[in-house]
C-alpha cells in the first residue's frame, strides 16, 4: 500500500525557518517525480517546489531563494527547507508523488504551517 506521510509543520514568526518531511513508502520513489503544494482556504492547491527522478528541480518564484527541496536515500524521504518564512506562507503543505508513466498520483494528509507573529 503506498502511503505519504508529511511532518514537520507548526507555528513560527516571521523571519524563522521550519523544515518539513515527507515520508513515502510502498513503492520505489526514485524514479517518481516528488513535489510539495500549498492550499489556503478559498484557493487552488498550488505546486511549491518539485525534484524530478532525474534531480531536476522547480520552484515556484514566491519562494525562489528561500525554500530548498531535496532528497535523500532511495528517493524516499523528500524535505523542504522553509527559511526567511513571510505570512503568506501559512497554508496546508501536501506531498504528492508522481510517475506521469504509470499514471500514478499519491497524496499525503498534508501538515499546517502557520507564519504569524
Known amino acids: 500500500q503506498v502511503q505519504l506521510v508529511e511532518s514537520g509543520g507548526g507555528l513560527v514568526q516571521p523571519g524563522g525557518s521550519l523544515r518539513l518531511s515527507c515520508l513515502a513508502s510502498?513503492?520505489?520513489?526514485?524514479?517518481?517525480?516528488m513535489s510539495w503544494y500549498r492550499q489556503v482556504p478559498g484557493k487552488q492547491r498550488e505546486l511549491v517546489a518539485r525534484i524530478s527522478g532525474g534531480g531536476i528541480i522547480y520552484y515556484v518564484d514566491s519562494v525562489k531563494g528561500r525554500f530548498t527541496i531535496s532528497r535523500e536515500g532511495a528517493g524516499n524521504v523528500v524535505f523542504l527547507d522553509m527559511n526567511s518564512l513571510k505570512p503568506e506562507d501559512t497554508a496546508v503543505y501536501y506531498c504528492?508523488?508522481?510517475?506521469?508513466?504509470?499514471?500514478?498520483?499519491?497524496w499525503g494528509p498534508g501538515t499546517q504551517v502557520t507564519v504569524s507573529s
Open positions: 504528492n508523488a508522481a510517475n506521469p508513466g504509470l499514471h500514478a498520483d499519491y
Open positions: 510502498g513503492v520505489i520513489f526514485r524514479l517518481y517525480h
